[in-house]
């Protein structure tokens, strides 16, 4: 299954969600749902669809939506296929904005992993934890697909070989904010601006 939006809305601006659902094999017996965030609104159009899936056809249902409040919010399809009293198939997929006043922003996670929390650390700002794995895009639009670098012209000058300092910018991220005690007086704090490799 898939979620879709038409653009990361901002405070009041009208978004468009699809959810397409298909599966490998029939399924008759099949239910999908949107979960709206609260300070979502909904406008138009649909948040459930039940019906019989055929084999590889998609089915799709939409719905518009605003947001009245700001702040992260997350938009949930869950698509489910009973087989029997004891058994059912089915899928997840989510969509996470950053809703502001002026704009939207797109937050995409590996769905392999769990998605960061932010926890307040007393006499600290608040502190971002990535579990496992930090998002792996942010921005305005949907991901796209990568495109490979150019490769470079060969040039007639043989390459020069040198031994010098190339800074690396580092991103580190810290799994939990430690407890307090471990040491007593002591704070443990991380800090990592660049990286020299020679």
């Given at each position: 299954m898939k979620l879709a939006i038409s653009h990361p809305p901002r405070l009041g601006e009208t978004a468009y969600l699809t959810v397409t659902v298909v599966s490998v094999f029939d399924a008759p017996n099949s239910e999908s749902r949107l979960k709206l965030p609260k300070g979502a609104v909904l406008l138009g159009g649909d948040l459930r669809w039940q019906g019989s899936l055929k084999a590889n056809v998609p089915v799709q249902f939409s719905a518009a939506i605003k947001f009245v409040e700001t702040g992260q919010k997350t938009i949930t399809a869950v698509a489910e296929s009973i087989e029997s009293a004891t058994s059912s198939v089915g899928g997840v997929d989510e969509v996470v904005l950053d809703v502001a006043e002026t704009s939207g922003q797109f937050h995409v996670y590996d769905p392999r992993t769990p998605q960061p929390i932010e926890k307040l650390v007393p006499g600290h700002a608040p502190v971002t934890v990535y579990p496992d794995a930090p998002p792996v895009l942010s921005g305005t639009q949907p991901p796209a697909i990568p495109v490979p670098s150019?490769?470079?012209?060969?040039?007639?000058?043989?390459?020069?070989?040198?031994?010098?300092?190339?800074?690396?910018?580092?991103?580190?991220?810290?799994?939990?904010p430690p407890r307090a005690g471990i040491a007593q007086g002591q704070r443990a704090r991380a800090v990592l601006d660049s990286h020299q490799v020679r």
């Open positions: 150019a490769v470079p012209t060969p040039t007639s000058d043989p390459p020069v070989q040198r031994s010098e300092s190339v800074p690396i910018g580092i991103k580190l991220a810290i799994s939990h």
